[in-house]
């Protein structure tokens, strides 16, 4: 952990990199990238994926940088430009699933046409073994769009040959399911060709060898050779006529042949209770990889270690980190062999990785710290007000009828979500857990429904995303996790189940399975708390972010991937201690303030924090905006209040700066992204409406009524109400995203910018949050000549921001150990408006950086100034610094030169010309 990489870590830019914006269209824009201050892209994942896919998380061949993304010489290219501008590139890799269905998987085809017979069934995480005789030895496949009879009767599963490779396939759909070579003859046999026959023998053979896939492969390629006669293939589709299960006939003779699969093919509403393989969340197309076994690693990892040894990648970053059976081990793992890969440079490791409020990355994984959502929720807590938060909380409560605290909500999505999308991952635990329960003689009587119960209160109430239960147990933190999810599960349960908690305790790392003689009780042991880790991330993932969060509409910008939402506000000192922190023990972790991943983007939430200062005048607003908004429902049914509380926050959130009420144009673009968001988070609710029952009536309704809102007549009088709305907090907005914006760079860390983030982010969830970039407006607005009160008078262009982040990376460079290694030292204010400031100071050796920003001021910008051409006035505020014999004049980045007096800097001083103050000691 002491060595560097030949490339100073300074910053690193997030590109989303797919088909429409290709490794080449990266190296184009380097020159720029290196111009604005970063040091390393941070590309999303570039091995091939699934064709179109616009994000690289659906890896199909990990065994190739894809195709689409220009290939390896592509990246060599990239890699190339970035070495010519000292810069490194960071991989985003994906650890913990595979796309599966369509056709393009070979690995899941192998495991189709195969069963446990291919190499790869151990690589996908598969529950072979099943008490249902309909799945025992199969792999379910959810694949279907309506039941499997009617789908069957209805001819939409149709045999297929592929005469190129010389195989046979179901298909429905995009999906290939392959056909067993053993059962080949029956297809082959009845043809007057004898070479068919010839071959139907030589298929028919396979049983009689005891590896029958290897030998099937010359097979597959005499067929193929034989079919490239159009004889022969006629002969073969004429045959496969009888397969037709549009006729009583064909239907029974399809149905016969795919009953004899290794496949049981399904609807896509069984997956929720019966799928057998672990899914990325409730992703019917991800499947689950066993990345812990050996072979599985290394067949994976190959090509990332390649482009590691050869000194193409400079740093890595693992994907769902909590999905794995041990994070920890495989961390570790992965750190030795990076090493031995690289002896002469540290390659960092990061782990996507949400942490709890109070919850810290464990220090033995070997890792360089997190990808930063905690950072984005230690900023956010830091801007609101906490007086706001009761009066938001009961205005929310009043208007929607949903509860007034996020805990109460997140409660209720994790029951929905435990009894639907994963009540199949729920069952599985409970069932591994009765057989822990089974295996010993004293606790043989405890009943599955028992189990059931305490262990979905006992889910239902874990304050993280999960565990790391080892052969030892439950570490000491672990403890106090699993302790306060017993609490909680005791408040929801009877009595007369607390006993049946008790037992969850002791199996569930609190007696290490590692005291138990080896065995198949040890085994059963560990195996259940491998899946209950593997339970209880998703439950979290799916309930708050991907529910709760569409649900529970206090203030939005307290909504977000990694926050604790139901926490509103935190004072300065905790920002502080996270920073010391982080030094102590993660100095290079990311900072994040904007990911591809967010709900709403960085200047979005920062804007809308404003409505925790002025909750008063917010709820005014409502009070007048509600009427306007019934004279627009043309359908009793939508949108309901809840829906309109949410909506309208998102329109102050995100509504463009230089967008009028009467702009045609602009409001149609505008339109389109909202409603894009409106149908999303409608059915990512799953309240009126959700992805897999649409409700179309009440969709249609809302999306008449935002029409009428934001592109009708009519909609003009609450369309100009919510623009001057936002037109009132966007300048308090503006402050709290340059302030959020340095206090990322001159933090402990690495500050990580989002693409396209150097400017205003005003972008709502994926995918509107994935839109082009127009690097060539970013590249002409980048001007380091520009004054202070220049970037002020054009606020809302965003160059003042761009400026920001370049002058900054700047000051980073110069310096780099005042940055990275640098003390961190919380600055004490007094005065006034000491309430609205926070001050740190950076020290390396003599090197002192003092930073400056402002916080919860809308109402001292409201008082003081309508837009951000003059900065607030700061009367008898001062910053206490605790420095003896360093050099009392600093030069101000953003203004002049500040001199210190009395081991005091003025706050007027500090923050003269520019909203934000970063300066260094001359």
């Avoid at 616009?54 to 065994?63: E, K, L, N, Q």
Wanted: charged residues 20%; hydrophobic residues 40%; proline residues 6%.
């Amino acid at each position: 952990m002491n060595r560097h990489p030949a490339v100073d870590w300074r910053a690193t830019l997030r590109l989303q990199l797919h088909a429409g914006f290709t490794l080449d269209d990266a190296c184009e824009q380097v020159p720029y990238f290196a111009r604005l201050g970063i040091s390393h892209l941070y590309a999303s994942p570039l091995l091939t994926a699934r064709e179109g896919s616009m994000h690289g998380y659906d890896v199909v061949d990990p065994t190739r940088v894809s195709p689409a993304l220009g290939g390896e010489d592509a990246l060599r290219r990239l890699v190339a430009e970035l070495r010519a501008h000292n810069m490194g590139l960071l991989l985003d890799f994906v650890s913990n699933h595979m796309a599966v269905g369509g056709a393009d998987n070979p690995w899941w085809q192998d495991v189709l046409a195969w069963g446990r017979a291919s190499p790869y069934a151990e690589f996908f995480d598969i529950k072979w073994h099943s008490a249902d005789p309909l799945l025992e030895g199969l792999l379910l496949l959810p694949f279907l769009s309506d039941d499997y009879g009617p789908t069957l009767r209805a001819g939409d599963i149709a045999l297929r040959f592929n005469a190129r490779q010389g195989t046979f396939h179901a298909e429905h759909g995009p999906h290939h399911f392959p056909i067993c070579p053993q059962d080949y003859p029956a297809l082959l046999g009845a043809s007057e060709l004898p070479e068919l026959q010839s071959l139907a023998q030589g298929f028919s053979a396979l049983t009689q060898f005891g590896n029958p896939r290897d030998q099937a492969a010359a097979l597959h390629r005499q067929l193929a050779e034989l079919s490239q006669s159009p004889a022969t293939v006629a002969a073969i589709e004429q045959h496969l006529q009888r397969y037709d299960s549009r006729h009583s006939e064909g239907f029974a003779r399809l149905h016969q042949l795919l009953e004899k699969q290794s496949w049981r093919l399904a609807s896509w509403r069984t997956a929720a209770d019966d799928i057998n393989w672990r899914r990325f969340f409730d992703v019917n197309e991800l499947a689950g990889l066993r990345v812990e076994r050996a072979a599985v690693f290394e067949a994976t990892h190959g090509k990332l270690f390649e482009l590691i040894a050869e000194g193409l990648v400079d740093g890595v970053r693992i994907d769902h980190i909590d999905g794995l059976a041990d994070p920890g081990g495989y961390c570790r793992k992965l750190r030795r062999r990076i090493d031995s890969l690289s002896p002469d440079r540290h390659v960092p490791i990061y782990v996507e990785k949400i942490l709890g409020g109070h919850e810290q990355l464990p220090p033995d994984w070997g890792v360089d710290g997190t990808t930063g959502y905690e950072f984005m929720n230690q900023v956010s807590l830091l801007q609101h007000q906490p007086e706001g938060e009761q009066a938001l909380a009961l205005l929310w409560a009043a208007h929607s009828h949903r509860p007034a605290d996020f805990k109460a909500e997140a409660l209720l999505a994790r029951k929905q979500i435990l009894n639907g999308a994963l009540a199949g991952d729920f069952e599985r635990v409970a069932l591994a857990l009765q057989d822990v329960a089974r295996s010993d003689i004293m606790t043989r009587d405890l009943t599955l429904g028992a189990i059931r119960r305490a262990l979905q209160a006992l889910v239902i109430h874990f304050p993280v995303y999960r565990t790391y239960i080892t052969a030892a147990g439950r570490s000491e933190a672990d403890d106090a996790v699993f302790e306060q999810a017993l609490t909680g599960a005791r408040e929801r349960l009877s009595e007369a189940d607390w006993p049946v908690l008790d037992y969850l305790q002791q199996w569930l790392g609190g007696d290490p399975w590692r005291s138990r003689p080896l065995g198949h009780a040890r085994t059963l042991l560990k195996q259940a708390c491998i899946r209950f880790q593997q339970l209880t991330s998703p439950t979290a993932a799916k309930a708050v972010e991907d529910t709760a969060f569409y649900r529970y509409g206090r203030l939005l910008s307290r909504n977000d991937v990694g926050f604790s939402a139901e926490c509103f506000s935190a004072p300065v000192e905790a920002f502080h201690q996270a920073c010391e922190t982080r030094l102590a023990n993660f100095p290079d972790n990311l900072l994040a303030t904007a990911t591809h991943d967010h709900k709403r983007g960085e200047d979005c939430r920062a804007r809308l924090a404003v409505l925790s200062e002025r909750s008063d005048w917010y709820a005014h607003c409502i009070a007048r905006w509600l009427p306007l908004a019934r004279q627009l429902r043309a359908d009793p049914q939508g949108p309901n209040r809840a829906d309109e509380l949410i909506l309208f926050q998102i329109i102050l959130s995100s509504w463009p700066l230089q967008l009028l009420p009467d702009d045609r144009p602009g409001l149609e673009r505008y339109h389109a992204r909202i409603w894009q968001w409106q149908l999303k988070a409608l059915r990512e609710s799953k309240l009126d409406t959700q992805w897999a029952v649409p409700n179309e009536p009440y969709e249609q309704a809302i999306n008449a009524f935002i029409e009428r809102l934001l592109l009708q007549p009519e909609g003009l009088n609450l369309r100009t109400e919510l623009y001057n709305a936002a037109q009132s907090i966007a300048p308090a907005g503006a402050i709290n995203g340059l302030a959020q914006c340095l206090l990322k760079l001159t933090s402990p860390g690495i500050p990580d910018i989002y693409q396209g983030c150097e400017g205003w982010d005003l972008s709502l969830v994926d995918p509107d949050n994935r839109r082009p970039v127009d690097y060539a407006r970013h590249l002409q607005m980048l001007d380091d000549t520009l004054s202070p009160q220049a970037l002020l008078a054009d606020w809302r262009s965003g160059a003042i921001k761009q400026a920001l982040i370049a002058r900054t990376l700047n000051v980073r460079a110069r310096h780099p150990q005042l940055f990275s290694r640098g003390r961190y030292i919380p600055l004490a204010i007094r005065g006034e408006h000491a309430d609205q400031l926070l001050a740190f100071a950076r020290q390396w050796h003599e090197q002192v950086a003092i930073i400056v920003v402002p916080r919860l001021i809308a109402n001292h910008t409201q008082k003081h100034l309508q837009l951000l051409e003059k900065t607030p006035e700061w009367g008898e505020t001062f910053i206490e610094l605790p420095f003896d014999g360093i050099d009392a004049t600093f030069k101000g980045f953003f203004g002049s030169p500040a001199v210190i007096t009395h081991r005091t800097l003025r706050v007027s001083d500090a923050l003269d010309t520019f909203p934000v103050s970063l300066m260094i000691n001359t």
